[in-house]
């Protein structure tokens, strides 16, 4: 349970920076889809990049700066294939595109574009080097308050599914 409870608290923790991110950056109080100040997509983005460093790259023999490139294109186009699908899902779901990129120069349709998948292979990299420092911050988040999140999680999703659909 330790374990698992590790993984959620991480998902926690990053969902809830992802929104603080983008509301700033946005300057707008939507990010995501829910209505609680979590943006789900970047707790996905985190545990994809804490599995993949963990599980792949800890396992082979190959220098450092190889992992980061490594990294940086799995996470280049993974975590953009993430945002194409959420972005397919929510549009499936709820009947509208929550953000749309082609406005930008080097976009594929809607929801991707290689500006936007840029970043995300480079914050990929910055969070496995403040990755130590995050796993400091999360020893010290109480289960319980874990807890309490994933049951507000829950009757945020189910309230945006009910107000949306």
């Known amino acids: 349970m330790v374990i698992k409870m590790y993984y959620i608290k991480y998902f926690f923790l990053t969902s809830i920076f992802g929104y603080v991110i983008e509301t700033t950056m946005c300057k707008s109080y939507e990010s995501g889809i829910l209505y609680g100040p979590w943006t789900p997509v970047y707790g996905i983005g985190s545990l994809i990049i804490i599995y993949f460093s963990d599980k792949i790259l800890k ?3 190959i220098n450092k ?3 980061f490139i490594i990294l940086f294109l799995f996470c280049f186009f993974t975590l953009s294939l993430a945002e194409l699908v959420g972005g397919l899902l929510i549009e499936k779901l709820f009947g509208y595109a929550f953000w749309d990129y082609t ?6 349709g809607k929801y991707i574009c290689l500006e936007i998948s840029l970043i ?12 130590p420092i ?8 109480p289960n319980l308050l874990v807890y309490l999140c994933t049951i507000i999680m829950i009757i945020d999703i189910v309230l945006t599914i009910k107000a949306k659909v």
Do not use: A, P
């Open 59 to 61: 396992k082979r023999n």
């Open 120 to 131: 995300w292979g480079l914050i990929s990299i910055l969070f496995v080097f403040i990755r």
């Open 65 to 67: 700066i190889s992992k």
């Open 134 to 141: 995050l796993d400091r911050i999360i020893k010290k988040i």
């Open 103 to 108: 406005k930008y120069r080097f976009n594929i």
